[in-house]
Every structure is written in C-alpha cells, then in structure tokens.
C-alpha cells in the first residue's frame, strides 16, 4: 500500500511553524525535507526516522520497524505527538547532511 496525498499533508501540517518544510513523491512513498535536509519518511501511511543514537532516549519504547523490503530498521514516529515530533527534528536535523546535487550528463 502507497502512502496516500492525504497523510503525507497530514504529515507536513503536523511540522506548521518550522522553517522550509517540503515533501517529494519517490517510488509511490515520501520524503519530508526540513531545511532541504531529508528528516522523514513516510511509506505506507506511517512515518518513519533514521535510528541514530542521539535518538534512543527521546525515543525509548518506541515502535521500530523498515518503511520498505530491504531497508533498515527505523524508528516509528508518532507524528500526532507535537512536543515528540520537535524533539526529534530538532536532534536530527543538525545531524543530518544536505542531499548531494546530481549533475545532469552532457550530451
């Protein structure tokens, strides 16, 4: 099942407030950009994050599994909850590199 129009807005309305927060459509799921930096993932209507250890005690108990075959495990963020949500973008977005710009071939 693809992650719906629907959620993937839900998901950006839940990030009001925070600075350059875009989403971009990839393999029929999502990937949420704050800052230009890849935060979340949003495949199959849920919301996903890297697991990093700067994470393991805002997220202690949480729910973990893999957005896609193949992936690694990640985090399930509870994208409902606001403060959590903060806190988690807040760790990771210092963390998290600028996506390498892809030069076009030359013809």
Request: proline letters at 5%; glycine letters at 6%; one cysteine or more.
């Amino acid at each position: 099942m693809a992650t719906t129009l629907d959620y993937v807005e839900f998901v950006s309305e839940q990030l009001r407030g925070m600075d350059a927060v875009r989403y971009r459509k990839m393999f029929g799921e999502y990937m949420v950009y704050v800052n230009e930096k890849p935060i979340l993932l949003v495949c199959d209507n849920t919301t996903f994050v890297k697991t990093v250890p700067e994470l393991d005690g805002v997220l202690i108990g949480a729910e973990r599994g893999r957005p896609y075959e193949g992936a690694r495990e990640h985090y399930i963020l509870d994208i409902e909850n606001a403060e959590l949500v903060r806190k988690v973008i807040a760790i990771l977005e210092p963390l998290t590199s600028l996506p390498k710009s892809r030069k076009k071939g030359r013809t």
